[in-house]
C-alpha cells in the first residue's frame, strides 16, 4: 500500500541554519505531496504543496520538488527561525480516489537561538 | 474567522463512557474527514464523508460512529471508551474530494480516558 517515509527527528539547528528533513514516498499512481506543520499545541497548518512530478511547493522561505524519479519531496529553508520550531509532517493524496492523505511519521524540529 | 472548528478542545472521561466531539466547516466544502493522532503524533485517516455519504471508513471499531447532519457538519460519536481511544482527534475538510485538493484541519480535540 501506499506509504510515507520521513527523517527521524528530533533536529536541533541553531538560528540561521540551513534545514532539510528528508521524504520519500511510495504509491501506485500520480499523488499529490504536501507539507504540513503544527506548532505546540496547535492542528495542522498547509505549509506548502505539489500535485504533478517536477512542481515545485514554496511557502515562508520553505521549498519542496516533487520528484517522481526518486519518489522524494524532501522540505528545504535555507535559513530557520526560532519561530519554526514545530513537528512537520509529509503526506501524500492519491489520485485512486477516497481522497485520504497518508502521513509520515512527523520529524520535530527544535530551532535555538 | 474559523474555517474548521471542533468542540470540544479537551474531553476527559472516564471508560466506559459515551461521548461525542463536534465538527464544524464554515468553507462550503464537500467533503470531511476524521484522522486520529496518536501519543507518537502518528497520523492516521478514520472516516472521510462526501456530501453526508460516507466513503471512507478505515477499519475503526464499531463502537466509532460518524454522523453528518449536513455537509457542514460531521460529527464522532464514541461509544464504550477505551483507555486506547486517548488522543488527539482532528477534523478536517477539502473542497471536492479530489487527489489535488488542500484538507484544512480543526485545531483537534485531545481526549483522555481514564
Known amino acids: 500500500g501506499d506509504s510515507v517515509t520521513q527523517m527521524e527527528g528530533p533536529v536541533t539547528l541553531s538560528e540561521e541554519a540551513f534545514l532539510t528533513i528528508n521524504c520519500t514516498y511510495t504509491a501506485t499512481g500520480y499523488p499529490s505531496l504536501f507539507w504540513y506543520v503544527q506548532y505546540p499545541g496547535e492542528g495542522l497548518q498547509l505549509l506548502l504543496k505539489?500535485?504533478?512530478?517536477?512542481d515545485k511547493g514554496s511557502n515562508k522561505g520553505f521549498e519542496a520538488t516533487y520528484r517522481k524519479e526518486t519518489t522524494s519531496f524532501h522540505l528545504e529553508k535555507g535559513s530557520v527561525q526560532v519561530s519554526d520550531s514545530a513537528v512537520y509532517f509529509c503526506?501524500?493524496?492519491?489520485?485512486?480516489?477516497?481522497?485520504?492523505?497518508?502521513f509520515g511519521a512527523g520529524t520535530r524540529l527544535a530551532v535555538h537561538p | 474567522d474559523t474555517a474548521v472548528s471542533q468542540t470540544p478542545k479537551y474531553l476527559v472521561t472516564q471508560m466506559g463512557n459515551d461521548k461525542s466531539i463536534k465538527c464544524e466547516q464554515n468553507l462550503g466544502h464537500d467533503t470531511m474527514y476524521w484522522y486520529k493522532q496518536d501519543s507518537k503524533k502518528f497520523l492516521k485517516i478514520m472516516f472521510s464523508?462526501?456530501?453526508?455519504?460516507?466513503?471512507i471508513n478505515e477499519t475503526v471499531p464499531n463502537r466509532f460512529s460518524p454522523k453528518s447532519p449536513d455537509k457542514a457538519h460531521l460529527n464522532l460519536h464514541i461509544n464504550s471508551l477505551e483507555l486506547g481511544d486517548s488522543a488527539v482527534y482532528f477534523c478536517?475538510?477539502?473542497?471536492?474530494?479530489?487527489?489535488?485538493?488542500?484538507?484544512?484541519f480543526g485545531p483537534g480535540t485531545r481526549l483522555t480516558v481514564l
Open positions: 478536517a475538510s477539502s473542497q471536492a474530494g479530489v487527489s489535488t485538493d488542500t484538507q484544512y
Open positions: 503526506a501524500l493524496q492519491h489520485s485512486g480516489g477516497y481522497n485520504k492523505l497518508i
Open positions: 464523508y462526501n456530501n453526508k455519504e460516507l466513503i
Open positions: 505539489a500535485t504533478k512530478a517536477d
